[in-house]
């Protein structure tokens, strides 16, 4: 079983910068498939960005493209979401969740473990 746990949620003006962190524990992740999700208020889970495995590619929604860098740190058991130049758009819950074996990796259901989310607020 695998715990996450995402913080560094916050208010921001829109043009500012967050950066969002999701530690896992029970076991190590540094295999898995990594990946942050948004839900904003009365809209569906979407998919945002994704680390996959021990090489570390990348894959992003086109809104988050030039905008957002996701990393990760597995000595640290720790995934991260670099957000830059934040629009009132960006606006939702921010989810990280994880997997052994994901190819479907934008589909929320290809996923095993997530976090409780940590609530990102762009002000215009």
């Known amino acids: 079983q695998v715990q996450l746990v995402e913080s560094g949620g916050g208010l921001v003006q829109a043009g500012g910068s967050l950066r969002l962190s999701c530690v896992a524990s029970g076991r190590t992740t540094s295999s898995y498939v990594m990946g942050w999700f948004r839900q904003a208020p009365g809209k569906e889970r979407e998919f945002v960005a994704v680390t996959r495995g021990s090489g570390g590619s990348t894959y992003y929604a086109d809104s988050a493209k030039g905008r957002f860098s996701i990393s990760r740190d597995n000595a640290k058991n720790t995934v991260y979401l670099q957000m830059n130049s934040l629009k009132p758009e960006d606006t939702a819950v921010y989810y990280c969740?994880?997997?052994?074996?994901?190819?479907?990796?934008?589909?929320?259901?290809?996923?095993?473990?997530w976090g409780q989310g940590t609530q990102v607020t762009v002000s215009s």
């Open positions: 969740a994880a997997g052994p074996l994901i190819i479907r990796f934008t589909t929320p259901t290809a996923y095993n473990y």
